[in-house]
């Protein structure tokens, strides 16, 4: 028998416990090209919020059905049993059938979101559950965010928002190692002491401190050139005014606006995109897949070396699933937040 | 003696003749390097509105000091005198003394604008007014737009809007002629007419008949790739909403907002850009100065060939240049809105 979390209502505002819940089932034997894996960590991430609901955006992963496993999270585990070709027993492999601690997974079969084919994973490089974050999706988007949808160029003034989050902390640390001057935004003093003491920010800001566009102005007083954009909403509008000539916006997402019951108000300040010459680009870590393997060459080797560290907040227990993606998206969490699904306690990780 | 355009008040919300005043100014002698030039057009321009105002967008050209002359708005004359190499009486030169019937211009000094450096213009190539619209500024708008900030690609369905305006017209012109599918917008059932029959554009519709997102799905079923955007507000929010995965959005102006008086609400759908991964690349034509003259190889070839048609609205008299740009501002004009600087009536006037 295996458990899955299920949602069975869509949130209204704010994730509750209670709009899933765990549900035993039949764990059946793979079949010829089948691989049972046994789940050992999965993926808590901000943009599941938007498949929580009648309708997710066009364009994205369809909403997640009630009552049915939720697919296309990230997670890894160990094979169990296999007949695939290239898996065995014991193998650490990533795949898109999270929140579960079994699951059957058909070798080959293109997953949705891309990054979560049945793929095994190269431990000596670091921990599975890095595989969820610096190294799986999060790296990916954090990585053609910075390079491809921003086209980071020397000397550019960074401002990363969330830049304590899973996405933002690889951000702002990817754009430090390519000799940047970074600013990070987040929503606690505690976490403002992380970006400038743990992660090495220029400069590093609570947004709920004061008015943003003077917090920024404090933390860039010449502007800033890139914005990678995890808030939306106000964050973004700030940064529209304090983007310098050229500027550019990569936006992974809109934090700020996944519970919002009213169609949030758009920056107010777009006519500024035109005088300054500014792009905004809105992109997908998983529209990115062909970048993988240059991404995880590239952090791999920075986790080595000790330039990029990878916090965790790590939640134990299958069933703390939901409430630990409510904690994240109320900004509880530091770096990647991440279920150990056999474990059975709370607390943070930092591998350094 | 002279007589200049001068204004005396920022308007407040509509732009009103009381805003500005004609004064008579005495016309000083070319000193070496100048040229005495015989204004004859001038352009009206809806981007003027935003130097109208006690500080222009950050990023813009400066805003016009009341009771000063105006300076950086193109115009064409004819040189009466000449203390400048390369310049002899009878030429016909552009440059960014408009708004006056007399200028006295420093040769070789780069305009504000980029664009308005004094010039010999070749009059066999078009007639000089041209020059103002197609030929000029606006081309380079529509031509930077299109194939630079948008990055036209074979097969793109294209949105146009404002396309009976100046700059619209042109880069509805330019994406037909490129074979692509346009669909034009307007503000009135005449100007649809115009964008169908004189313009041959494969859709147009009448923004203020109906919903937008509605009209927008009805003149393109499938959706959009390249939105030309001229108007901002509402506009770019249908367009969000329209266009297909990675589209691309080239924003000139956002004509909707210039005369608010509150500060515009952006796009409430901007998270589209992320699904969908979009990108919107604010521009202006006066960045892209390199292009023109590639620029003006393309269309003055187009005009010649009688595959690209120059509508002009022409107001007659200098002192009508303020109702010119009103009438402009509240959509009464089709095609480029020029000041014919000696002339005393008022008539529409088409180039084919």
């Given at each position: 028998m295996g458990r899955e979390v299920r949602p069975i209502a869509y949130p209204r505002g704010e994730v509750r416990a209670s709009d899933f819940r765990v549900v035993e089932v039949e764990v059946r034997q793979p079949r010829a090209g089948e691989v049972l894996v046994r789940n050992t960590w999965t993926s808590v991430d901000a943009a599941l919020r938007l498949r929580l609901r009648q309708t997710a955006p066009p364009g994205y992963f369809p909403a997640f059905p009630l009552g049915e496993p939720m697919d296309g999270i990230m997670t890894v585990g160990e094979v169990v049993e296999s007949r695939a070709d290239g898996f065995a027993p014991g193998d650490t492999v990533w795949h898109a059938a999270g929140w579960r601690d079994y699951a059957v997974v058909e070798a080959g079969k293109q997953a949705l979101g891309g990054v979560g084919t049945l793929t095994k994973l190269d431990?000596?490089?670091?921990?599975?559950?890095?595989y969820l974050g610096a190294l799986g999706g999060n790296g990916l988007t954090a990585y053609a965010g910075l390079f491809?949808?921003?086209?980071l160029r020397d000397g550019d003034v960074v401002w990363v928002s969330a830049a304590a989050g899973a996405v933002g902390s690889l951000a702002a640390q990817m754009a430090k190692i390519r000799g940047h001057r970074v600013i990070g935004s987040a929503g606690s003093d505690e976490k403002v002491r992380y970006l400038l003491?743990?992660?090495?920010?220029d400069a590093a800001f609570?947004?709920?401190?004061?008015a943003l566009p003077d917090l920024l102005r404090e933390a860039a007083p010449d502007g800033i050139d890139v914005y990678f954009d995890n808030v939306g909403g106000d964050h973004l509008e700030a940064a529209l005014g304090a983007l310098r000539g050229s500027g550019r916006v990569a936006i992974c997402g809109m934090i700020s606006e996944y519970a919002a019951k009213e169609p949030p108000h758009g920056p107010g300040n777009l006519m500024l995109a035109v005088t300054k010459g500014l792009t905004i680009r809105g992109f997908r870590?998983?529209?990115?897949?062909?970048?993988l393997p240059e991404m995880t060459r590239h952090v791999g080797a920075w986790i080595r070396e000790g330039r990029l560290r990878c916090h965790e907040t790590i939640i134990d227990g299958l069933s703390q699933a939901p409430p630990a993606l409510a904690g994240l998206l109320r900004g509880d969490n530091t770096g990647k937040t991440l279920v150990r699904i056999d474990g059975f306690t709370h607390r943070e990780n930092a591998i350094d």
């Open positions: 431990v000596r490089v670091a921990p599975p559950q890095v491809h949808a921003a086209g003491e743990e992660l090495g920010l609570n947004y709920k401190r004061g870590g998983s529209a990115h897949t062909h970048l």
